[in-house]
């Protein structure tokens, strides 16, 4: 049930009993696989706090994350207790279990009886399909894209994915990024060319910012890929591309999601891709980086280093293993396994060159493995 407060609106809403007394509690749903790093949630609702915060002193919010397994959830936690956390009391669960009392951020307020259920928004039949959202979701985050990268991203089949985009771009949802170039005779008369990327219309991008729970005039701009200047580069399609180079190097594993550079909380390095699953029966992280050829083979040892030990501790917070991975030349791959130190039981190494999926070396615990 979709209830409205001022122009924001919120998944639900729930007078949590305590004690005979009642909290006065608004929901937030997050899907962990709708395009987003858990991450990139905490500035949108430390805005939406505050909003709630004036239009209805005494309310609480409770942050519900659907996910499949746990570390997401334990991210979204981790975000906001890295800050200063919301200006309303909150707690963060995973989607079905009632939070008690005690696990919100301090105590929320109680009332003798349930305050006045907020008006409801009556909700209208959805313009796409979950797979046509997805891309929509994808897109407003990496900005433009090529179909193999949006599917990808997605988590969709091809096939999918580009009867998925086709119907968007019917729908004025998404569209070619076109260009002008000078013409070859020397006209100065720039001439219009389509290029094989796409992007989102205002009408697109306006309901994927909806879909996660962004009101109209907010901004939400962390929801954006870093690093705009290495679009459209290999670099950067390659850190598309490694959600769906996971998924058919290793089909016994369970690949959730994936995201291509991400902006970790406390940590300096910014890993080229991020993808999270299961592998083996464990919980993992799967760290991307790519490239280093034009750095001195010393400086790829050292940079290596405080990349590995960045990325132990991050996947320390929260218990996941860690499957770290450089794509590079062979040079590249021989001064970062200098690099590589201190290899624990639960986490692993893997080195290969840029040749897709089919490069990717078997995942062993406490072993780095280069293949050439």
Same mark, same amino acid.
């Given at each position: ?17 305590? $004690? ?8 937030? *749903? ?10 990139? !949630? ?17 309310? @609480?919010?409770?942050?519900? +994350? ?5 570390? !997401?959830?334990?991210?979204? $936690?981790? &975000? ?6 919301? @200006?309303?009391p909150y707690v963060v669960t995973p989607v079905g279990r009632i939070p008690e009392w005690t696990e919100f951020s301090h105590p929320p307020t109680l009332w003798y009886s349930a305050n006045q259920t907020p008006p409801t928004v009556v909700q209208?039949?959805?313009?796409? @399909?979950?797979e046509e959202l997805k891309c929509l979701q994808v897109l407003a985050r990496i900005n433009e894209g090529l179909d193999s990268e949006i599917a990808s991203l997605a988590g969709l089949d091809m096939e999918v994915t580009t009867l998925a985009l %086709?119907?968007? =771009? =019917?729908?004025? !949802?998404?569209? *070619? ?25 205002? $009408?697109?991008? &306006?309901?994927?910012?909806? @879909? ?5 005039? /907010? ?8 690093g705009s200047k290495q679009v459209r580069t290999t670099h950067r399609h390659i850190s598309r591309m490694w959600t769906a180079w996971l998924r058919s190097a290793y089909p016994h594993a369970e690949i959730w999601t994936g995201w291509s550079e ?26 991307? #980086? /790519?490239?280093?050829? *034009? =750095? ?9 280093? $405080? ?9 320390? #917070? ?14 590249? =791959? ?7 130190? *201190? ?5 692993? +190494?893997?080195? &290969? ?15 780095? %493995?280069?293949?050439?």
């Amino acid at each position: 049930m979709t209830v409205r407060c001022g122009k924001m609106t919120f998944s639900d809403w729930i007078a949590l009993p305590y $004690k005979g007394l009642y909290t006065d509690t608004f929901v937030f *749903h997050i899907n962990a696989l709708n395009g987003l790093p858990p991450f990139e !949630y905490r500035n949108l609702l430390q805005r939406l706090a505050a909003r709630l915060n004036t239009r209805r002193r005494g309310a @609480s919010l409770w942050i519900q +994350v659907d996910a499949p397994g746990e570390w !997401y959830v334990m991210e979204v $936690k981790r &975000s906001f207790a890295l800050e200063l956390g919301l @200006s309303v009391p909150y707690v963060v669960t995973p989607v079905g279990r009632i939070p008690e009392w005690t696990e919100f951020s301090h105590p929320p307020t109680l009332w003798y009886s349930a305050n006045q259920t907020p008006p409801t928004v009556v909700q209208e039949p959805s313009p796409v @399909s979950q797979e046509e959202l997805k891309c929509l979701q994808v897109l407003a985050r990496i900005n433009e894209g090529l179909d193999s990268e949006i599917a990808s991203l997605a988590g969709l089949d091809m096939e999918v994915t580009t009867l998925a985009l %086709t119907s968007l =771009k =019917k729908k004025d !949802y998404a569209c *070619h990024v076109s260009t002008t170039e000078v013409s070859d005779e020397g006209e100065s008369v720039p001439i219009p060319r389509i290029t094989p990327y796409l992007q989102l219309t205002r $009408k697109g991008l &306006s309901l994927a910012l909806r @879909s996660w729970g962004v009101p109209a005039g /907010v901004q939400f701009t962390d929801r954006k890929e870093p690093g705009s200047k290495q679009v459209r580069t290999t670099h950067r399609h390659i850190s598309r591309m490694w959600t769906a180079w996971l998924r058919s190097a290793y089909p016994h594993a369970e690949i959730w999601t994936g995201w291509s550079e991400v902006l970790l909380p406390e940590i300096s390095v910014r890993p080229d891709a991020l993808a999270w699953g299961r592998i083996q029966g464990y919980e993992t992280i799967f760290w991307l #980086e /790519v490239g280093d050829e *034009h =750095k001195k083979r010393m400086d790829i040892k050292e940079i290596t280093r $405080k990349r590995w030990m960045d990325a132990l501790t991050f996947c320390r #917070e929260t218990g996941v293993r860690l499957v770290y991975a450089q794509l590079s030349p062979d040079w590249v =791959k021989e001064a970062a396994s200098w690099g590589i130190e *201190h290899l624990p039981p639960d986490a692993a +190494v893997i080195m &290969s060159n840029r040749d897709g999926y089919e490069g990717l070396p078997a995942v062993e615990w406490g072993v780095l %493995t280069v293949r050439t």
